[in-house]
């Protein structure tokens, strides 16, 4: 019976509120129970038993089999009160699925809903989800439509996407306009996770653009706000249309109920601003075509209201975004003064965020206000004074710097909030502590100046350190530690073991990060000398060696080593070498013998992780380079591998082991590699000895700029430094490194199909059914048709590739094809070829192939050959293959790559006739030389992040092993021999479209250590696997 | 874009949460503590835009509710102070005459109307009428 009483009270209330519709619910329902426990909470423990009990309570009833759907409904609600509070309810997740799936109308919405809050775009229950998306997209429920188009815009798994996007595409041409703009953004959505998988309708973003109802069309303002972002140069032929699309909302002409407060759809308005302003940027024609429209929005919003402003602030924004006309600049500066002098206090901030923005173009405009900035710059409220210190931030200058630091540096003595102070104190000191070093390690003229200078750095930071070093920040704790390394000998009577127990304490600060920890290692390190030091190293180790940050753990260890070697120690940490240049080898090639060993004895290849460069990327905030000289000194020099290794040095050092390299690499932008030691250059291996000449002329030249810049950066207070070592660290762009092919001539008359290639942009990603042959065979005879690889595009034009010569009979019973090789045109004859194999024989008809290595293409010559005496009719030869696309073109690299296919035909008596075969083809027919120079190799070696090493047989009869092996791998895997320089090779070779493969080999206790690198992941290992059975064959 | 939609009673107890980014529930809390601390002591006459972070809260006071929206940088501060002005003015004419127990007794219909106008953190619809649209089809759906 309390089952029946339970059921009656919980519809009660829900009745209840659907006539009220304002719909409080009784208090005697649990939904309302809950609510009235919230509501009466009093204390975090009160609402941690209060949820705890509640959800005990849902987890047994929505298990249970007689809840209804509107029960359900009800407990689904009840988690979602949960799970906003802070407690998860993951165990309701699945019911809010069944809720969607089975529940109607008001109860599926919610269980779609609670779906949508639940859960995250990559949990796997969405995928239960699908099911219930599909099928309510083809219900002739509309609302039920509505719904799954509604959660497919807001969360829906990626993988997915293909099965649904038939079923969305539909919905755009639907009646009812709700249903077009909901498929509309569920688009958006999938371009947003998956823009690859909305390529192909982009045609129809554009209806959706011209739709006749406005909410269709400003919906797929979202689409083109993203695709204009990526790719402004893609849609300039919008802007016409954009233009007139504001004209019209500006000028009224939409339906009433889309204004807001009597200003038409103003978020409209704002989103085609925003379009805008990225259509016009940097483009004059662009611009002008929006200079009318611009101008009528800020004569149109007068009215005195927020959203006017609102839209009057996008304006502004726009107009200094595009190409500038004097004019309209004139009337936004006006406007931004009617923000900036606004008694009302949001209008006062956004007009400051105007200035700070239109500044940077136009600093007069600051001038113009000065006094209201200054008024505001002691406003009472802080968000406000901190908006005008970062307008300030952006018009300082020589002379106004001091006093625009010194209000800075008031506001952060107010300011409590930490992120504010890291923010604001990072654009303060751009690069101080690099400048600083920099001083102190470069120093004056004078020598006694320079140690007076370092002696009082010293000394000052020996007294800080002993005073409380955990209210310092982490860059100062670094900066301290270095110079103390560095300089603490200057300072008489002072042993080097006082100065490692100041430091110790670092080791043991909470809030050290693993950086600061390292530079306070390094310096210990550094002045780690005598036995007394020894023990402290002894003790630190003892105490953090155990420590999980292997960083840590290295620096220890080092600190140990060191210590007991003192002769070690000089050499790799000497001391007063200034800023002498350092050679640093970052490709590790001195590690190769090591690798190749461990490789041997049966370790992983190592696999760089991308993000590995990234992370240290991020670690160059404080690039300086008098760290450089705690690096290792003695490392050997002997790779052809240069890799973008982020170390702390600068661009700037322009010490390269080879300058003569230099001078045309400068120009080039994408790959700053100065600093980093060349070993191959135009003329193949540069001997070391050329290196060292120009060396310390290049170190005063070098000097001299530093001072200037240095001064500079002082002086004008904000640097310019710290964007200049930038570009080594690994981000660089890659050097472009496309092999592009040239067009093709057409096809010759004798029996070739090569078509011109044409552009790659208009090739369709994929055809399934590629060659499609529709042809008549004559009686008892052979046809042989060659699919071209390049037929890629007029293949679907013209669907028929094929040249068949039908009056080359053969003898069909003879066995071993020679007819068959005879007739092959006489173009292909000549070049390497496959045995002819047989695909199949069906009845009359036999089927045999081969293919022949062009250089640039590779053609697959089918041999039809019909047996019968009567003539087929309709003969149909279509082929498919996962591992090729449009005839022979691999679209991704593997070992062996299959081919299928089906052959149809009719006899004049009989029945359609068909017939499979298949047919595979090995990487190495796709393998084709790369004739580069070394130094392009060198290029190209850098930009490739795929790489696999491994240790491969030599071929060790004859007197030159390295050249054998090599010249064996030519001949048999068509790669090129770039250059061999004593013991070590490069090799270059391509896949068909021009994907390289660069393998460097080196002889290495009697194997051949090759490291292969290429831009494809998986063609690496390929090549490795024909590699391995070419030499295992001989 | 928008991050987040909050709603918060003067007490800074959470009536509504709407995150248009991954949040982990756990989170959640602690965040919406922050928000309530750098938003809800705020004098009348201060800015509605408070800095939170790397990001932007954007905040309106109604009666005993404070709506927060947290915004990145990119958005236009006041458009979305309006847009929460518009937000409550749909709720007001559905509910007519909103209060805060109607939101709290009716929060899976105040999502279904915010989902309405807010999609990945975008405004995707304003327009009133619209907006109301297919939860008034759910009504009377339920009614008949």
């Given at each position: 019976?309390?089952?029946?009483?339970?059921?009656?009270?919980?519809?009660?209330?829900?009745?209840?509120?659907?006539?009220?519709?304002?719909?409080?619910?009784?208090?005697?329902?649990?939904?309302?129970?809950?609510?009235?426990?919230i509501?009466?909470l009093?204390s975090k423990h009160?609402e941690e038993?209060l949820i705890q009990?509640e959800l005990?309570?849902?987890?047994?009833?929505?298990?249970?089999?007689?809840?209804?759907?509107?029960?359900?409904?009800?407990?689904?609600?009840?988690a979602i009160y949960c799970e906003m509070l802070g407690y998860e309810a993951s165990f309701s997740y699945?019911?809010a699925?069944?809720?969607?799936?089975?529940?109607?109308?008001?109860?599926?919405?919610?269980?779609?809903l609670a779906v949508s809050l639940f859960l995250n775009e990559s949990d796997e229950l969405l995928?239960?989800?699908?099911?219930?998306?599909?099928?309510?997209?083809?219900?002739?429920?509309?609302?039920?439509?509505?719904?799954?188009?509604?959660?497919?815009?807001q969360i829906?798994?990626?993988?997915?996407?293909?099965?649904?996007?038939?079923?969305?595409?539909?919905?755009?041409?639907?009646?009812?306009?709700?249903?077009?703009?909901?498929?509309?953004?569920?688009?958006?959505?999938?371009?947003?996770?998956?823009?690859?998988?909305?390529?192909?309708?982009?045609?129809?973003?554009?209806?959706?653009?011209?739709?006749?109802?406005?909410?269709?069309?400003?919906?797929?303002?979202?689409?083109?706000?993203?695709?204009?972002?990526?790719?402004?140069?893609?849609?300039?032929?919008?802007?016409?249309?954009?233009?007139?699309?504001?004209?019209?909302?500006?000028?009224?002409?939409?339906?009433?109920?889309?204004?807001?407060?009597?200003?038409?759809?103003?978020?409209?308005?704002?989103?085609?601003?925003?379009?805008?302003?990225?259509?016009?940027?940097?483009?004059?024609?662009?611009?002008?075509?929006?200079?009318?429209?611009?101008?009528?929005?800020?004569?149109?919003?007068?009215?005195?209201?927020?959203?006017?402003?609102?839209?009057?602030?996008?304006?502004?924004?726009?107009?200094?975004?595009?190409?500038?006309?004097?004019?309209?600049?004139?009337?936004?500066?006006?406007?931004?003064?009617?923000?900036?002098?606004?008694?009302?206090?949001?209008?006062?901030?956004?007009?400051?965020?105007?200035?700070?923005?239109?500044?940077?173009?136009?600093?007069?405009?600051?001038?113009?206000?000065?006094?209201?900035?200054?008024?505001?710059?002691?406003?009472?409220?802080?968000?406000?004074?901190?908006?005008?210190?970062?307008?300030?931030?952006?018009?300082?200058?020589?002379?106004?710097?001091?006093?625009?630091?010194?209000?800075?540096?008031?506001?952060?003595?107010?300011?409590?909030d930490d992120y504010i102070?890291i923010d604001?104190?990072?654009?303060?000191?751009?690069?101080?502590?690099?400048?600083?070093?920099?001083?102190?390690?470069?120093?004056?003229?004078?020598?006694?100046?320079?140690?007076?200078?370092?002696?009082?750095?010293?000394?000052?930071?020996?007294?800080?350190?002993?005073?409380?070093?955990?209210?310092?920040?982490?860059?100062?704790?670094?900066?301290?530690?270095?110079?103390?390394?560095?300089?603490?000998?200057?300072?008489?009577?002072?042993?080097?073991?006082?100065?490692?127990?100041?430091?110790?304490?670092?080791?043991?600060?909470?809030q050290?990060?693993?950086?600061?920890?390292?530079?306070?290692?390094?310096?210990?390190?550094?002045?780690?000398?005598?036995?007394?030091?020894?023990?402290?190293?002894?003790?630190?180790?003892?105490?953090?060696?155990?420590?999980?940050?292997?960083?840590?753990?290295?620096?220890?260890?080092?600190?140990?080593?060191?210590?007991?070697?003192?002769?070690?120690?000089?050499?790799?940490?000497?001391?007063?070498?200034?800023?002498?240049?350092?050679?640093?080898?970052?490709?590790?090639?001195?590690?190769?013998?090591?690798?190749?060993?461990?490789?041997?004895?049966?370790?992983?290849?190592?696999?760089?992780?991308?993000?590995?460069?990234?992370?240290?990327?991020?670690?160059?905030?404080?690039?300086?380079?008098?760290?450089?000289?705690?690096?290792?000194?003695?490392?050997?020099?002997?790779?052809?591998?240069?890799?973008?290794?982020?170390?702390?040095?600068?661009?700037?050092?322009?010490?390269?082991?080879?300058?003569?390299?230099?001078?045309?690499?400068?120009?080039?932008?994408?790959?700053?590699?100065?600093?980093?030691?060349?070993?191959?250059?135009?003329?193949?291996?540069?001997?070391?000895?050329?290196?060292?000449?120009?060396?310390?002329?290049?170190?005063?030249?070098?000097?001299?700029?530093?001072?200037?810049?240095?001064?500079?950066?002082?002086?004008?207070?904000?640097?310019?430094?710290?964007?200049?070592?930038?570009?080594?660290?690994?981000?660089?762009?890659?050097?472009?490194?496309?092999?592009?092919?040239?067009?093709?001539?057409?096809?010759?008359?004798?029996?070739?199909?090569?078509?011109?290639?044409?552009?790659?942009?208009?090739?369709?990603?994929?055809?399934?059914?590629?060659?499609?042959?529709?042809?008549?065979?004559?009686?008892?005879?052979?046809?042989?048709?060659?699919?071209?690889?390049?037929?890629?595009?007029?293949?679907?034009?013209?669907?028929?590739?094929?040249?068949?010569?039908?009056?080359?009979?053969?003898?069909?019973?003879?066995?071993?094809?020679?007819?068959?090789?005879?007739?092959?045109?006489?173009?292909?004859?000549?070049?390497?070829?496959?045995?002819?194999?047989?695909?199949?024989?069906?009845?009359?008809?036999?089927?045999?192939?081969?293919?022949?290595?062009?250089?640039?293409?590779?053609?697959?010559?089918?041999?039809?050959?019909?047996?019968?005496?009567?003539?087929?009719?309709?003969?149909?030869?279509?082929?498919?293959?996962?591992?090729?696309?449009?005839?022979?073109?691999?679209?991704?690299?593997?070992?062996?790559?299959?081919?299928?296919?089906?052959?149809?035909?009719?006899?004049?008596?009989?029945?359609?006739?068909?017939?499979?075969?298949?047919?595979?083809?090995?990487?190495?027919?796709?393998?084709?030389?790369?004739?580069?120079?070394?130094?392009?190799?060198?290029?190209?070696?850098?930009?490739?992040?795929?790489?696999?090493?491994?240790?491969?047989?030599?071929?060790?009869?004859?007197?030159?092993?390295?050249?054998?092996?090599?010249?064996?791998?030519?001949?048999?895997?068509?790669?090129?021999?770039?250059?061999?320089?004593?013991?070590?090779?490069?090799?270059?070779?391509?896949?068909?479209?021009?994907?390289?493969?660069?393998?460097?080999?080196?002889?290495?206790?009697?194997?051949?250590?090759?490291?292969?690198?290429?831009?494809?992941?998986?063609?690496?290992?390929?090549?490795?696997?024909?590699?391995?059975?070419?030499?295992?064959?001989? | 874009m928008i991050k987040f939609v909050l709603m918060l009673n003067?007490q800074g107890q959470t009536r509504l949460s709407r995150y248009y980014q991954p949040v982990e529930v756990r989170r959640r809390a602690a965040l919406e503590a922050d928000v309530v601390r750098s938003c809800l002591?705020?004098?009348?006459?201060?800015?509605?835009?408070v800095e939170y972070q790397d990001f932007k809260l954007v905040y309106?006071?109604?009666?005993?509710?404070y709506i927060v929206v947290g915004i990145t940088e990119?958005?236009?501060?006041?458009?979305?102070?309006?847009?929460?002005?518009?937000?409550?003015?749909?709720?007001?004419?559905?509910?007519?005459?909103?209060?805060?127990?109607?939101?709290?007794?009716?929060m899976?219909?105040?999502h279904?109307?915010l989902?309405?106008?807010i999609?990945n953190g975008?405004?995707?619809?304003?327009?009133?009428?619209?907006?109301?649209?297919?939860?008034?089809?759910?009504?009377?759906?339920?009614?008949?």
């Open positions: 019976m309390s089952d029946v009483v339970e059921k009656t009270l919980t519809a009660l209330p829900s009745l209840l509120s659907l006539d009220s519709q304002s719909g409080k619910l009784s208090s005697s329902s649990k939904l309302g129970n809950l609510i009235r426990g509501t009466e009093t009160d038993k009990r005990v309570s849902i987890k047994e009833q929505v298990s249970s089999p007689n809840t209804s759907m509107r029960q359900m409904k009800e407990l689904m609600v009840r699945i019911h699925i069944k809720l969607a799936q089975q529940g109607t109308a008001l109860d599926k919405r919610v269980g779609y995928l239960l989800l699908v099911n219930t998306v599909l099928k309510d997209l083809q219900s002739t429920n509309l609302i039920e439509v509505c719904m799954a188009l509604t959660v497919v815009g829906f798994p990626k993988d997915m996407i293909p099965a649904v996007l038939p079923l969305v595409e539909e919905k755009l041409t639907h009646p009812k306009e709700i249903i077009r703009r909901k498929a509309v953004l569920a688009l958006y959505k999938f371009y947003l996770i998956a823009p690859n998988q909305v390529q192909h309708i982009h045609s129809k973003f554009r209806k959706a653009l011209c739709d006749k109802d406005p909410g269709v069309m400003s919906a797929s303002l979202h689409i083109y706000f993203e695709m204009v972002k990526e790719k402004p140069e893609g849609y300039k032929d919008l802007t016409g249309s954009f233009v007139t699309i504001l004209k019209q909302v500006v000028g009224g002409k939409l339906p009433i109920d889309f204004n807001y407060h009597s200003v038409p759809a103003p978020w409209l308005q704002i989103q085609l601003l925003r379009i805008l302003s990225l259509l016009g940027k940097n483009d004059r024609s662009m611009s002008e075509l929006m200079y009318e429209v611009l101008d009528e929005s800020l004569r149109r919003a007068e009215m005195n209201h927020n959203i006017t402003y609102a839209i009057l602030f996008e304006c502004v924004k726009t107009i200094y975004t595009i190409h500038p006309k004097a004019e309209l600049l004139e009337k936004a500066a006006k406007c931004i003064g009617n923000f900036v002098l606004s008694p009302k206090i949001n209008l006062k901030y956004l007009g400051l965020k105007a200035l700070t923005y239109v500044v940077q173009q136009d600093a007069n405009l600051a001038l113009q206000h000065q006094m209201t900035i200054i008024e505001c710059l002691d406003h009472s409220d802080l968000i406000i004074k901190r908006e005008t210190l970062e307008l300030l931030f952006r018009i300082t200058n020589s002379q106004n710097v001091k006093v625009i630091v010194e209000k800075l540096l008031e506001f952060l003595r107010q300011s409590k102070t604001l104190g990072g654009k303060m000191q751009p690069d101080i502590p690099n400048s600083f070093l920099r001083l102190l390690s470069e120093g004056f003229d004078s020598v006694e100046e320079n140690r007076q200078l370092r002696l009082l750095a010293v000394e000052s930071y020996l007294s800080l350190l002993q005073d409380r070093p955990a209210k310092l920040s982490q860059r100062f704790l670094q900066v301290i530690s270095w110079v103390l390394g560095e300089y603490s000998h200057l300072k008489e009577g002072l042993e080097p073991v006082t100065v490692l127990r100041l430091l110790a304490p670092l080791l043991d600060l909470r050290s990060s693993t950086e600061t920890k390292s530079w306070a290692l390094t310096a210990m390190t550094k002045l780690c000398d005598g036995p007394a030091c020894v023990s402290v190293a002894q003790e630190l180790a003892d105490r953090h060696g155990g420590s999980l940050d292997t960083v840590l753990r290295q620096r220890l260890h080092e600190l140990q080593h060191l210590a007991a070697h003192p002769e070690l120690r000089t050499r790799v940490l000497p001391r007063n070498v200034g800023l002498e240049p350092l050679e640093v080898d970052s490709s590790l090639s001195f590690l190769d013998g090591f690798v190749s060993e461990a490789l041997a004895a049966g370790a992983a290849p190592y696999k760089p992780p991308h993000q590995r460069q990234e992370e240290l990327a991020q670690e160059k905030a404080l690039s300086v380079e008098p760290y450089g000289l705690s690096l290792p000194l003695s490392m050997s020099n002997c790779s052809v591998a240069e890799r973008p290794y982020p170390t702390a040095l600068s661009t700037s050092s322009g010490l390269s082991g080879n300058s003569t390299e230099l001078s045309h690499k400068g120009g080039s932008g994408a790959l700053k590699l100065e600093g980093v030691k060349r070993v191959w250059g135009k003329e193949g291996y540069l001997t070391q000895t050329e290196a060292a000449v120009p060396m310390e002329e290049m170190a005063q030249v070098e000097a001299d700029r530093e001072k200037q810049q240095l001064a500079s950066s002082l002086f004008v207070g904000l640097g310019s430094l710290s964007s200049t070592g930038l570009c080594l660290m690994g981000k660089a762009e890659p050097t472009p490194h496309r092999f592009r092919r040239r067009a093709k001539g057409q096809g010759s008359s004798s029996g070739t199909s090569e078509r011109s290639s044409p552009d790659s942009g208009s090739v369709p990603p994929h055809v399934d059914s590629a060659p499609h042959l529709p042809l008549d065979l004559p009686a008892n005879n052979g046809a042989q048709e060659d699919l071209g690889e390049d037929m890629s595009a007029s293949l679907i034009e013209t669907n028929g590739m094929a040249v068949v010569d039908p009056d080359t009979y053969i003898d069909l019973h003879d066995p071993d094809h020679v007819h068959l090789i005879s007739s092959l045109p006489g173009e292909l004859s000549a070049l390497p070829r496959s045995e002819i194999t047989p695909l199949c024989s069906h009845a009359s008809l036999a089927l045999s192939a081969c293919h022949v290595q062009t250089d640039r293409s590779a053609l697959l010559v089918v041999f039809v050959a019909n047996t019968s005496d009567s003539a087929a009719r309709r003969f149909v030869l279509r082929m498919t293959s996962g591992d090729l696309e449009y005839s022979l073109i691999p679209s991704r690299p593997s070992v062996h790559m299959e081919l299928a296919g089906v052959a149809s035909y009719q006899l004049p008596d009989g029945e359609p006739q068909s017939t499979q075969f298949s047919y595979t083809l090995s990487l190495t027919d796709f393998i084709r030389p790369l004739t580069v120079s070394t130094e392009e190799y060198g290029r190209l070696w850098l930009a490739f992040s795929n790489d696999t090493k491994q240790n491969l047989r030599l071929l060790s009869e004859g007197p030159d092993p390295l050249r054998d092996t090599l010249g064996l791998l030519r001949d048999k895997l068509q790669v090129h021999i770039v250059d061999i320089i004593a013991s070590e090779g490069i090799v270059a070779c391509q896949l068909l479209q021009g994907q390289p493969c660069l393998m460097h080999c080196r002889v290495n206790a009697g194997c051949l250590a090759v490291w292969l690198r290429s831009s494809l992941p998986e063609l690496p290992d390929c090549l490795l696997y024909h590699c391995q059975r070419a030499l295992a064959e001989h | 003067r002591y705020r004098d009348k006459d201060q800015c509605s835009f309106r006071h109604y009666a005993s509710l990119s958005e236009n501060e006041l458009s979305v102070y309006e847009l929460v002005h518009n937000f409550v003015e749909v709720l007001d004419r559905y509910f007519s005459r909103v209060s805060e127990l109607d939101i709290m007794f009716n899976d219909k105040v279904i109307i989902d309405e106008m999609q975008h405004v995707v619809e304003t327009n009133r009428t619209r907006v109301l649209a297919p939860l008034a089809t759910l009504d009377t759906l339920a009614r008949s």
